[in-house]
């Protein structure tokens, strides 16, 4: 266990590194993600006169948009860590350490969460400034709700890097599934309950509970807390149990060692 901690933390470190030497695609990342957020909400706005029927109304678009830019992250890291690492030369012999290439992959995951929900902070305050729509920000609250909820999407972005050490070029799904991804957290659960089995879409009513009713998440359903484990449970162990099966065919073929 301390060796899968010594690596998670290095891998950590490795991806503080990279986004201080690499800071202006960090900041034409977070350029980017803003256009487009100003461009879905004040368009919402507008068409409907300021109250918007997406769930939690304008603030709503706000905790959605904030929830699926970290999905972003949660489910496209693993397979671009795994194509860089395959065309460096070095998935291999990542995938002969002791460790075993699951819990590397699983370190790219956890790192990536921990960054990209610090950088991705300070866009919420600043969708939040130029809005004059202020969420309650209870951090306590906020941060189990919002690392189950990534970690639930991580399962999908198994099943991807899974492919990708495959098939090498699955762009063209990840992309596809981003637009895919942001209709699981602006459609209304109230209206469409059977969404929730879906990835994104019970951690964004949860967090919508905190940050736009104000609740603390002792206030929040115990039920629907109990379920949000329970699925991100799932897809995180579908996710692995996919990713395995990929890495067999991947070994069997020797995929492993060239791009």
């Known amino acids: 266990m301390s060796a899968t901690l010594t690596l998670w933390a290095g891998e950590l470190r490795r991806n503080i590194i ?12 977070l350029f980017v993600f803003f256009v487009f957020f100003t461009l879905i909400f004040f368009g919402a706005k507008a ?9 939690g109304g304008l603030e ?21 860590n795994l194509v860089e690492e395959a065309t460096t030369g070095t998935l291999e012999q990542i995938a002969m350490s002791p460790l075993g290439l699951s819990r590397v992959v699983l370190g790219y995951l956890i790192s990536a969460i921990i960054t990209q929900t610090v950088v991705l902070s300070f866009l ?17 609250s906020i941060l189990p709700l919002l690392l189950l909820t990534t970690l639930g999407i991580g399962g ?11 098939f090498k070029r699955t ?20 209206r469409y309950p059977m969404m929730k089995y879906l990835p994104l879409a019970a951690g964004n009513r949860l967090l919508q509970m905190v940050m736009v ?28 149990i996919a990713f395995g099966y990929f890495e067999r065919i991947a070994r069997r073929k020797g995929l492993l060692g060239h791009y």
């Open 171 to 190: 762009r063209s799904i990840l992309s596809i599934l981003q637009i895919v991804l942001l209709a699981f957290v602006v459609v209304p659960l109230d």
């Open 124 to 140: 919420l305050i600043l969708m939040m400034a130029v809005t004059g729509k202020w969420l309650n920000l209870d951090v306590i």
């Open 213 to 240: 009713e104000g609740r603390s998440i002792l206030q929040v359903p115990p039920a629907d807390v109990a379920f949000l484990v329970a699925n991100t449970a799932a897809y995180l162990v579908v996710g692995l």
């Open 60 to 80: 709503g678009i706000i905790v959605g948009y904030f929830v699926w830019t970290l999905a972003m992250v949660g489910y496209g890291v693993v397979s671009e």
């Open 156 to 166: 999908v972005g198994f099943v991807m890097g899974g492919m990708a050490v495959v």
């Open 47 to 55: 068409i409907s006169g300021g109250a918007p029927r997406i769930g």
């Open 18 to 29: 990279q986004m201080k030497r690499y800071y202006f695609e960090t900041l034409s990342m």
